[in-house]
């Protein structure tokens, strides 16, 4: 799926899936060099090493910001727009459910 937001001239693409690994793994594997991946705490942690491990090469590097679930507020977006400008990531992933797809969409398209 494509977004435009409004007063934006580019496209961006969205992608939700059940089966994260092989969406990414067709979508994203060596395109890109800078990747932060935002996970809710309450995955478990070998799910998030497999989705690291589709990212990372010799030239990538991959970094994880564990997101902790609850109420949304600016508060909650705040850790994450510091580590995009720290990190100025090529790519954002979420990894969570709908409160975390919602706050690192909106700190996404909002950090710069």
């Known amino acids: 799926m494509?977004?435009?937001?409004?007063?934006?001239?580019?496209?961006?693409?969205?992608?939700?899936s059940k089966?994260?690994?092989?969406?990414?793994?067709k979508s994203f594997k060596n395109r890109?060099?800078?990747v932060?991946?935002?996970?809710?705490k309450s995955i478990p942690v070998y799910h998030i090493k497999k989705i690291k491990?589709?990212?990372?090469?010799?030239?990538?590097?991959?970094k994880t910001l564990p997101f902790i679930y609850g109420h949304k507020?600016?508060?909650k977006v705040i850790p994450i727009w510091k580590a995009c400008v720290s990190f100025v990531p090529e790519v954002?992933?979420?990894?969570?459910?709908?409160t975390t797809s919602d706050l690192v969409g909106f700190a996404a398209s909002t950090y710069q």
């Open 19 to 25: 089966t994260i690994s092989d969406t990414l793994k």
């Open 53 to 62: 491990g589709l990212f990372e090469g010799k030239k990538n590097v991959v």
């Open 92 to 98: 954002i992933v979420g990894v969570g459910g709908g």
């Open 32 to 34: 890109f060099k800078r």
């Open 73 to 75: 507020s600016i508060q």
């Open 36 to 40: 932060l991946i935002i996970y809710d």
């Open 2 to 16: 494509f977004y435009k937001p409004y007063g934006y001239n580019k496209k961006f693409s969205v992608i939700f």
